[in-house]
């Protein structure tokens, strides 16, 4: 019986303490993909991303135009050719059409590698705002609006992330007011 009090009285205190911890999380949200689109260095980043985009898309022209001419080449030069010579010709301008096809893959893969690391600094500078307010406001968790199912206005940290940013919401297009039966 004596053993039986000291196990109740044990895990009476560990269930009063974990109570009493978790009354103290105080949970928080944000919309970090709006805030991000706000930033001008996200203006910066997808006009540079479109830049690169077109440089890289130019380069696979080019490759492509190179390709033709080869095959169009080729073709005009093959009646001249020893059928050793054609074969050699053939297996290079079929490496070539497989690099053009994997071209739009390595692309894509080059797209994504450059947009994470001009990314990067925006992602911090967010964060870093982030964990200064939750800090200063006693915030225990702060999560991304997306993850959540019900949330509560008031715990809402994107007005003092985009205040302590220096950002502004757009105002909303104002609606025209409808006619009038007259």
Known sequence: MKHFLTVLFISAGIF?????????LKIGYIDADEIIMLMPEAAQLQAHMQEY???????AQD????FNEAVDK???????MSPS??????????????????????????LDAKRAELALPIQQKLKAAIDEIA?????TYV???????????KDDLGPLVM??????????????????GN
């Open 163 to 180: 205040k302590k940013l220096n950002l502004k919401k757009p105002e909303a297009p104002a609606t025209p007011a409808a006619p009038s």
């Open 53 to 59: 985009q077109t440089s890289l898309y130019q380069n």
């Open 143 to 153: 999560f991304t609006k997306e993850a959540l199912i019900v949330w509560p206005d």
């Open 85 to 110: 010579l054609k074969e050699v010709k053939r297996g290079e301008l079929a490496k070539m059409s497989q690099e053009l096809a994997q071209q739009e893959q390595i692309i894509a893969q080059q």
């Open 135 to 139: 800090k200063a406001n006693g915030y």
């Open 74 to 80: 080729f073709i005009k030069d093959s009646v001249d």
């Open 16 to 24: 009063g303490w974990n109570t009493a911890n978790a009354q103290q």
């Open 63 to 66: 490759k492509q135009t190179s």
